[in-house]
Structure formats: C-alpha cells, structure tokens
C-alpha cells in the first residue's frame, strides 16, 4: 500500500483540510498565516495547474516521502525536528483532482512550465519518494538564517484539488 504524507497544520480544527482559498473564506486568521508560506515565491500563485483547471491556492500539497526520511535529513544537518504528518492511503486521492509537481530547478520568480507536472498514477508513488541532493544544500543555507525552510525543496509535490477529509488518517509524529 502506498502513503502519502500531509503537514498537519499548526492549527488544525476539525478534520477537513482546505485549500488555501477556501481557508481564506472558512478561517481568515489562518488564511493570513497559512499564505506567509508562500511569500518567497509569490509568483508561483499566479500559475495554473495543468489538468486541474486551478491555481497553486486551490491545491493541498502532499508529499511522498515519508516523514521519517525528511527527520533523518534534518537531523544530519544538526537541526531537531517536531514534525506531525497525516499519512494517507494514496487511494483515497481520486487521479481526476490529482497532478504531480516534479518541482524541477527553474530561475527565480520564473513560472512553472505545462512539463513540470506528470499524472498522478497511484501506483507510481514510491518513485515520488526521494530528497534531492540540492535540497540538502538548500537546507544548509537555509536552516541558519530562517525561521521556517521548504522542507521539500526540489522533491516531487502530489497536489490535490479541493478540500480532504483526515478523519481516519493516522498521525505520525517524529
């Protein structure tokens, strides 16, 4: 069985996770907090989603490297991490709302590119599972100098269109 992994937010109430925009509409406080996340590329907002009809806002963002990995890799680099992931049946994500963000090296402020996203084939998960090694030098720069880094940074995003219900979903914390 394949999983995919979802940050729990900070502060998570009920059990449906929302898309950027719909947060913006249901919970306004934490639409502002939440939308920070994405202030070190905003021009990504403004990009479509191929085959999904949506913007990067209207999407939830699911990894499918597993947590444990993503601790591992943060430990090497001397940084301690909390984290608390959902982890989901990758069945559960219907392929119709669901596209893969391969996340290639682009410029800086550049748009994504219609080659940038693959299909999302449930079967294919575990190659989705891995951390670039530039993330790794990404994370060296980063972890010194900011409060909060993209701890996937290079690695494949699985974006989901529209809201997810996590009622059943085991929590994993490491």
């Known amino acids: 069985m394949a999983f995919l992994y979802h940050r729990v937010p900070e502060h998570m109430d009920g059990t449906v996770l929302y898309p950027l925009n719909e ?31 949506c913007f990067w806002d209207d999407v939830l963002h699911f990894t499918a490297l597993h947590p444990t990995k ?6 090497k680099l001397g940084y301690e991490s909390k984290l ?3 982890e989901v049946d990758a069945k559960q ?3 119709e709302r669901t596209m893969v963000f391969l996340n290639k090296p682009r410029e800086l402020g550049a748009s994504t590119k219609f080659t940038d996203f693959i299909r999302f084939d449930q ?15 990404y994370a060296k720069k ?19 269109k529209g809201e997810f219900d996590v009622s059943g979903a085991k929590i994993i914390e490491v």
């Open 84 to 86: 608390k992931y959902y």
């Open 23 to 53: 947060l913006k509409e249901k919970y306004p406080d934490l639409f502002s907090s939440r939308q920070e996340h994405h202030e070190h590329q905003p021009k990504v907002l403004e990009d479509s989603i191929p085959r999904l009809g």
């Open 123 to 137: 079967n294919e998960v575990e190659k989705l599972a891995y951390i670039p090694e530039d993330a790794m030098e």
């Open 70 to 75: 993503i601790a591992e890799a943060l430990k």
């Open 142 to 160: 980063s972890i010194p100098t900011a409060d909060e880094f993209l701890l996937n940074y290079r690695a494949p995003y699985i974006l989901y």
């Open 93 to 95: 994500l219907s392929p």
